[in-house]
Each structure stands twice: as C-alpha cells, then as structure tokens.
C-alpha cells in the first residue's frame, strides 16, 4: 500500500433503508462480515457503526440452540446478512429466538422490528425496561409484534437448558434505565454480552478491509492532507478511533481555530464527501500515542470496562458492576466472552473475571483526570442539572 485510496464498490445487498432512523455512519451501506467462532455452535455478523467517521465494530452473535438458532443483539438486515442466515438455517434449522438484551442501546433497538419482520415465525425476547426518548411509546408503536414479544424473566427465559441469563442492573440513568441482560451459552462455554465488557486490540479490525476511509480519515493531521492508504496509517488511524470512542474527547486532542480549520478546506483531490471536503476539526499533540497504552492491547484485546461506561453510566454504580462480576465468576467452564462491539472471541474463565474483578475493586474508579477529563466534565454537568440521579440504584430497589 502507499497509494491514494481507492474506491470501493458497495453494491445493494448492503443497503439499508432505514438508516434515518438512528443516522450513524455509514448510514445507508452497512457492509456485512461473517465469522465462525466456535465451530458448528457460535457464529457472528459485524458492520460498522459511528459518527463522523468514528466508526467502531458491531456485532450479532447466532448461537445453536435446541430446534434452531437464536439471535443475540440484531443488526440492521440487509440482503446480504438475511442470506447469509438463510445459509446457517439450511443446516442448523430455523431462526427461533430473536434476543434483544438491552433496555437502552439503541444501535441494538432499532435493527429489532426488521429483524423480526425477516424471521416472521421468531420469538422476540427484550430486555425488561425498554423506554423510548423524547416521547414513551408503547412496543407495539415501535414496531414489536405483540403476540410473539416476551420480556425476559417476567414472561420467563428463552433455551433454560442451553442458556443462562444473568441480569447487570437496571440502574436509573435520568431519562430512562440501563440494564443489560449476559448470555451464557453452555454448550459453546462462551458468555455473550452487549456493552459491559469490550476488549481492545491494536490491529484495526478485519471490517475496515472493505472500507478503510474512518481509519486513513483520522490518521491525518492536517485537513488538507490526501487520504492516503497504508498498513501503518491504518494502525494510527485506529489508534484515534479508539480514542474518540473511549473519551469522546481526548485530552490530548485540540480543537483547532475555525479561521486554521477553514484554511486547510477544498483543496484539489479533497472536494468531495469522502474527504468531508478537507473539513478536519482536530489537533493531536505530539504525544498522544502513549494514551491507547492503558486501553489497547498489544498481543491480544485488553478487557475492560468502556471509559465511557464506566464514566457517564456507572459513575455512581461500580457496586452493582461488581455484583455482576460475582455472579459471572460463579460460572464453572466458561472459556470465552463474545462482547458486541470491538474484538471477539476473547478468552475469559473464572480466573480472568476473578482477577478483573480485583483489578476494578482496587482502582480508581470513574477518573476525572487526564483522558478522562471531558467525561468528568459531562457527568458533573448532568449530575448539576439533575439529569442524571445521586443514587442510580435507588429507584430499583425492593
């Protein structure tokens, strides 16, 4: 590599209509990869998801349960996705279970209603609490069919025999709840899990192959620079994406002046959407590099609590994350966790959650310094105007 990016071609199988919904990068073309976990039993779809091209992996796990196979946080259905499953129901039948379990994730939320439009005979089981902003509206208004939507453990659990569902909250986050309900598969020993828990590495994910621009986006640093493409352009570019995920706005990032910002727009090569027409509100410092040591791994993904988790939706919470953690170590066989964003599979027992464990209970927890310092600040903004609650776990208990 070393060229000018090229152009990819993205043909309809990867369209999704309604994109507009929740208007995240790459908005309309949601390019899909297939990967075999655990052979024959654990299987997953990824796209990506962002915003200004902050784009991050998303994943769908399909796990073999008894008379077919279930769906475990769903993914905007696109052509090339359905077919994909209709290829895995061929052999291990039919698509039973449609799992959401998650009350406030709403990359998760919206793909559900087509999802279950596309597997009409499917089961849909939600996360208990789901709510909807600006304005509460019933499932049915959201697109959740009513004779074949179930909430889990009020309406009872889907596969008992094959699964076990353990609950991380609910916890009140200000305009509605946050829980999120883990999946342990027990014929695959893997523990499915949709935000709790991401692991990092440094390799930027296999996904970006079939469309690199967010990375070689971000491993600029000027907005008049070419998106020029190389395996080590990748790597910083990736670097930065992390970093804007974790942070939001990491400390040692720079907004340049709007009069620097504007100088470096519309040059020749640069005026199109790909480019954003050279439109680059950033400035990293020199060192910046030396801040993805404490979240990206360097052999293998580094597990861990997402800052930005632990910051804006456990601040006040780490006893509950930690209640959690005691029930998920309590698991005998579990060999791996399969988290929905980032890298998976990643092996975790008893001992890894054990020692994670540890390692939380005796850090700082939910930091205001450094990187930190913009999700400090936000927190501390709701928490003044009474957005978020004190006491998150006050509302929920008996």
């Known amino acids: 590599m070393g060229s000018d990016l090229q152009t990819y071609n993205f043909n309809q199988n990867s369209n999704w ?10 908005y309309g073309t949601r390019n899909t990869i297939f990967k075999e976990l655990v052979s024959e039993k654990v299987w997953c779809f990824e796209q990506l998801q962002g915003l200004y091209y902050v784009a991050v992996p998303i994943r769908m796990t399909v796990v073999k349960v008894p008379k077919g196979l279930m769906l475990f946080n769903p993914l905007p259905p696109t052509k090339a996705l359905i077919d994909s499953l209709k290829v895995l129901q061929q052999k291990h039948g039919p698509i039973c279970t449609i799992v959401l379990p998650t009350a406030s994730g709403l990359e998760h939320k919206i793909p559900m209603p087509a999802m279950a439009r596309a597997f009409p005979k499917a089961t849909l089981w939600l996360c208990p609490g789901q709510w909807s902003f600006p304005l509460a509206l019933p499932l049915t208004w959201l697109g959740f069919p009513p004779n074949r939507t179930r909430t889990l453990f009020a309406d009872g659990l889907p596969h008992q025999d094959s699964c076990r569902w353990i609950s991380l909250g609910p916890i009140d986050i200000g305009l509605g709840r946050f829980q999120e309900i883990s999946c342990y598969h027990k014929e695959s020993q893997s523990l499915l899990v949709t935000d709790a828990l991401i692991g990092i590495e440094s390799e930027p994910p296999e996904i970006f192959d079939l469309d690199p621009t967010p990375l070689l986006f971000h491993a600029r640093e000027k907005g008049d620079e070419p998106l020029k493409d190389s395996f080590s352009l990748r790597k910083k570019g990736w670097k930065r994406l992390v970093l804007f995920a974790s942070y939001l706005k990491p400390d040692q990032l720079k907004i340049p002046s709007i009069k ?27 060192n910046w590099e030396l801040s993805t040591e404490e979240i990206i791994g ?24 930690l209640r959690w953690l005691d029930e998920i170590k309590a698991i005998k066989g579990m060999k791996r966790i399969i988290p929905a964003h980032y890298s998976a599979p990643i092996n975790f027992n008893d001992s890894d959650c054990k020692a994670l464990r540890n390692k939380i209970n005796f850090s700082e927890w939910a930091p205001s310094e450094k990187s930190w310092s913009f999700l400090g600040k936000l927190d501390q903004i709701l928490l003044n105007k009474n957005i978020v609650p004190k006491n998150p776990l006050k509302a929920f208990r008996d």
């Open 260 to 286: 620097t910002i504007i100088k470096n727009c519309f040059k020749p090569g640069l005026r199109n959407w790909k480019s954003h027409f050279g439109i680059y509100p950033f400035e990293w410092e020199k």
């Open 298 to 321: 360097v052999k293998s993904p580094l597990l861990q609590v997402a800052p930005v988790i632990e910051r804006l939706v456990f601040p006040r919470a780490k006893s509950e994350f």
């Open 17 to 26: 209509f309604w994109w507009p919904l929740f208007p995240l990068y790459p």
